[in-house]
């Protein structure tokens, strides 16, 4: 339908005519998410005549129609202007049930006053939701205005319902909680300290995945018989970690933020161990959990292990290594899938295995179990293969830089920081990166301090040793020595030959020839050469 015919009618219709006009508009553009440019100023106008009928006392169908009417608009940033308004604001807010900080605005259409039944109220409350969902998205200023009429003090005021509202009140509600956190790093705090809407968080979690408290920060087990979670409850509960994760980035201290940060790791872990109703869903909901449990203090990541009602494996110092057995699999999963872009999928979960190990060693010794048992054939090449360490040594190549190092890293922090360990497990050829950007080229260890418990190698390893290629990794088959029938004269032809060819290759700066400094850091060969020798300590002349 043109919209020159929807703005003339608009003006003057009743109700009925209204909803009439805005349904068949709704029908002809419900698919619609790229507009014509040419009609952007009938969309500006057909949202500000949208805003006009809904300022007034309008029966809940045709606010609905209104409200759907608005939500296709807002897909167009460029025609956001009548929305992103005090009024415009307070408007859908207000259908939102989300104007706790305004009183007696007369934009308030719906009022304590208002007859129209719990289901009607209901979705013209979602509406209103997704409405103000797209605005925020779509627009800097209505971002601004948000913040001016403290919409965030209204959506906590709703998570305080969480108990009994109604799956969709929830789902928006709490995505809406997570556009404001995310595109308004300055309403964080504001969140955290006025509004508490950390604990609040927190208790929707507790709620919506069933967590029964056993101890202080210890969750009773899930039952292995149970049916999966249902998907509305694991939807809300992922835009909760979204929202908490938005919430937990910038530093924060005290004793109560210390006590929430151990009561999130403590529910992670619950929902660690609980499936969905797909196999995809259960994975995507462990990556907002990994996500979360990245940007807690490491010190809180005893609450994975440390389950005293569940108990543990007595070879771990009685720790449950459940909660780290399933940040494995998702690890495995992530590297096995194709295409898959690594650097948002994989690397987080690597990040915390790897801060986890580092500071627990109960963790770092199960994991380098699971990931980097004692060596027995050596006579493959270490990125060749399918277990999990031919996988993490074939990522210390890739393209990505920041998939690279985190692999690396990893890998690095298993071997306790040893040079001679990580080599031992990848060779010198695959730990190079890592080894010039820790100036360890030397040799030598990493900052971090570890238990003295020593690594035994197999015999067949042992047996080995000698054979093995330390560039490669592993014992390669004798080859042939290609100088071996060349006359004296035919070595010295080639020998001059390389040199030349080097020489050439020097000079147009297509390679450089490099050396290690004391320090362990590459630098420019003449650099290397000109830096005095460290002193000895004597007074020799």
């Given at each position: ?36 440019q ?51 604001m ?67 005021a ?62 009773a ?10 998907a ?46 797909t196999?995809e ?23 994975l ?24 699999d998702?690890?495995e999963?992530?590297m ?81 920081e ?45 047996s080995a040793?000698p ?25 010295e ?25 004391p ?10 050469l ?12």
């Amino acid at each position: 339908m043109d919209l020159n015919t929807i703005l003339s009618q608009l003006e003057t219709a009743d109700e009925e005519e209204i909803e009439k006009f805005l349904r068949q508009y709704i029908r002809e553009n419900s698919h619609t998410f790229s507009f014509d440019q040419k009609e952007e100023s009938l969309r500006s106008k057909l949202c500000q005549s949208v805003l006009s009928v809904l300022g007034r006392r309008v029966k809940p169908s045709c606010q609905k129609t209104c409200l759907e009417t608005l939500r296709i608009l807002s897909r167009d940033k460029r025609v956001l202007a009548p929305v992103a308004t005090r009024e415009g604001m307070l408007i859908l807010g207000g259908m939102a049930r989300l104007n706790a900080g305004e009183e007696g605005d007369d934009n308030q259409n719906i009022s304590q006053e208002d007859t129209q039944s719990e289901e009607e109220e209901r979705v013209v409350v979602v509406e209103a939701l997704k409405c103000l969902c797209n605005v925020v998205y779509n627009s800097p200023a209505a971002q601004q205005v948000s913040v001016d009429v403290q919409l965030v003090h209204g959506l906590c005021a709703t998570l305080r319902t969480a108990r009994t509202w109604h799956h969709e009140v929830g789902l928006f509600t709490l995505r809406l909680l997570f556009l404001v956190s995310a595109l308004r790093p300055d309403v964080r705090g504001v969140l955290r300290r006025e509004w508490h809407a950390v604990r609040l968080l927190m208790e929707v979690l507790e709620h919506t995945l069933d967590v029964s408290w056993v101890g202080p920060y210890e969750a009773a087990r899930p039952d292995p018989q149970a049916l999966p979670m249902p998907a509305e409850d694991n939807e809300r509960a992922m835009e909760a970690l979204k929202a908490l994760f938005n919430l937990t980035l910038s530093d924060t201290g005290g004793e109560e933020d210390d006590h929430h940060f151990r009561l999130i790791a403590a529910i992670l872990r619950h929902s660690l161990m609980l499936k969905t109703e797909t196999e995809e869903k259960t994975e995507e909901a462990h990556s907002h959990a990994i996500n979360l449990l990245n940007n807690l203090p490491v010190s809180c990541l005893d609450m994975l292990i440390d389950v005293p009602v569940q108990g543990g494996l007595e070879i771990y110092g009685g720790k449950n290594m459940d909660a780290v057995q399933m940040l494995i699999d998702f690890m495995e999963k992530r590297m096995d899938k194709q295409g898959s872009n690594y650097k948002e999928g994989l690397t987080p979960v690597l990040s915390l295995l790897t801060e986890g190990s580092r500071h627990h060693r109960e963790i770092r010794r199960y994991i380098k179990a699971q990931v980097l048992p004692p060596l027995k054939d050596v006579k493959i090449r270490p990125e060749i293969g399918t277990t999990t360490r031919n996988k993490l040594v074939r990522l210390m190549t890739h393209v990505d830089m920041g998939v690279k190092q985190t692999a690396a890293e990893f890998l690095f922090v298993l071997c306790k920081e040893s040079v001679d360990n990580l080599l031992k497990y990848t060779g010198y050829g695959n730990a190079a990166g890592l080894l010039v950007a820790r100036g360890l080229l030397a040799g030598g260890r990493g900052e971090t301090q570890y238990s003295q418990d020593e690594d035994s190698d197999t015999e067949e390893y042992k047996s080995a040793k000698p054979f093995i290629n330390p560039i490669t990794g592993h014992v390669e088959e004798p080859m042939p020595n290609p100088i071996e029938e060349m006359t004296e004269e035919q070595k010295e032809y080639e020998a001059q030959k390389l040199v030349n060819m080097f020489d050439k290759l020097s000079r147009q700066n297509v390679i450089r020839p490099m050396g290690v400094r004391p320090d362990g850091t590459l630098a420019p060969l003449e650099e290397t050469l000109c830096d005095p020798p460290e002193d000895s300590g004597s007074d020799s002349d």
